[in-house]
């Protein structure tokens, strides 16, 4: 099955097949993975990398997306590509080791990337599109609670998709003020003039900035400081931004960084078996529901 994700900002790992360049891998960001397979397997000419041209046939295996924008992602790739002078792994174990080949390697640096800020706070998703690549975490580190583990390929889908133009896309979270003053001019003026915040039931202004719940049947909006509060006080955390918490609508776990891609137009026609798979499998992460959802 082919998932489709919306925004997409993904750090992949590439494997040669190329038996002259066994074992040898590469680091690299994209916001079109099957776009980008091809312009390494094509050279650098067709626009891939000059490391990677003359050297393949090339294999994605294993990409990490859901990164809010194209910086937060850059940044990623550069530590994952050069773990020993990123101060945010100073302390920790980054030399290969003996034991290690090349991908065992950049698995075991991905693993501590996902462990430290601002990462590890990240509503991302871990994929395997190979599943003959698939490695378990180190012992010695485990999985984020709130970061999936999927399998299968996955196709990007602009905003443009769906009538959102790439300015607006790509217009900061704290600028956003006309994009949300077009949505609340789309509410019937009745509901508007009546909409409270679901944490501090204070009427919601024109020029508050909210987040809404994406998942179907749920009418919750709440401003962006009473939610983060609300999911960071739950936490009983010292740090600024949330991980997740529960939507005081429909009382679902959703992660934060969910909630601001929904903001910025992301997850807008989900369907309603996205909850009804949630609630048959509790142990399954509702992100695989939404990524169902939107094939």
């Avoid at 800020?117 to 994929?127: E, S």
């Avoid at 009745?190 to 909409?195: F, S």
């Avoid at 939610?227 to 006080?233: E, K, P, V």
């Avoid at 137009?265 to 990524?291: I, P, R």
Wanted: proline fraction near 6%.
């Amino acid at each position: 099955m082919v998932h489709e994700v919306e925004d997409f900002h993904g750090v992949y790992l590439l494997c040669s097949l190329n038996p002259r360049y066994k074992g040898r891998t590469y680091i690299g960001y994209t916001v079109n993975p099957n776009r980008r397979i091809k312009q390494h397997n094509a050279g650098s000419q067709a626009g891939g990398a000059c490391r990677t041209s003359g050297r393949g046939p090339w294999e994605m295996a294993l990409i990490i997306h859901g990164f809010p924008n194209n910086i937060s992602a850059l940044q990623f790739e550069w530590a994952w590509q050069n773990p020993d002078k990123c101060r945010r792994l100073r302390d920790a174990p980054v030399l290969k080791r003996r034991s290690e080949t090349a991908f065992q390697h950049r698995w075991r640096i991905a693993c501590l990337l996902l462990q430290v800020g601002p990462w590890y706070r990240f509503a991302l998703t871990i994929r395997w599109l190979k599943q003959d690549y698939k490695l378990d975490f180190p012992t010695d580190l485990s999985a984020p609670l709130h970061m999936p583990v999927v399998f299968g390929p996955v196709i990007s889908k602009t905003l443009q998709d769906k009538g959102i133009s790439p300015k607006k896309r790509l217009k900061p979270l704290a600028d956003e003020e006309s994009a949300l003053e077009e949505e609340l001019n789309s509410i019937p003026r009745l509901i508007r003039n009546n909409r409270v915040c679901a944490v501090c039931h204070r009427k919601l202004e024109p020029n508050d900035k909210r987040l809404m719940c994406f998942l179907p049947n749920c009418q919750m909006v709440s401003h962006i400081i009473c939610l983060a509060n609300r999911f960071i006080g739950n936490a009983q955390t010292m740090d600024l931004i949330p991980i997740q918490g529960a939507c005081p609508g429909c009382k679902q776990t959703l992660l934060w960084g969910d909630l601001v891609r929904h903001f910025r137009g992301c997850y807008q026609n989900l369907s309603q078996s996205a909850t009804d798979n949630g609630q048959a499998d509790q142990a399954a992460h509702w992100a695989d529901e939404v990524h169902l959802s939107q094939v």
